[in-house]
């Protein structure tokens, strides 16, 4: 999924990617395409739009790798401790950070973010 060879204007800047389904992976998409390392982050069982198709690309539909190119993928289970530990980590050396969960969630996730 990770293709950026770009030396674009974001080029060195680290985007941590917390969304989903268009908007958010839309956004970061773009972030890319100007040269913005982005890692998206994703549910153990994966982003939800990886199995809205067809069309498919080999398992991923092809919803999933339009609104996702230039970007690497991390899952990681936000409830337990060792996938927060994770991201807190990412999130230290992070310039941008992206999400669009629906409203409370992040709150949810707990006091640790």
């Known amino acids: 999924m990770f ?3 770009s030396d674009g204007a974001l080029k060195g800047k680290l985007v941590i990617d917390l969304s989903r389904v268009l908007g958010g992976p839309y956004c970061t998409q773009m972030l890319g395409d100007h040269g913005a390392e982005i890692i998206k982050i994703e549910p153990p069982r994966g982003d939800e739009t ?3 198709g067809p069309p498919f690309h080999d398992e991923d539909s092809a919803y999933f790798l339009g609104v996702n190119r230039n970007k690497r993928s991390m899952g990681l289970d936000l409830s337990k401790p060792d996938g927060q530990a994770v991201l807190l980590k990412l999130l230290e050396k992070a310039d941008v950070v992206i999400e669009n969960f629906k409203p409370g969630t992040m709150e ?5 973010l």
């Open 108 to 112: 949810e996730l707990g006091p640790w």
């Open 50 to 52: 990886r199995d809205w």
């Open 3 to 5: 293709n950026n060879s």
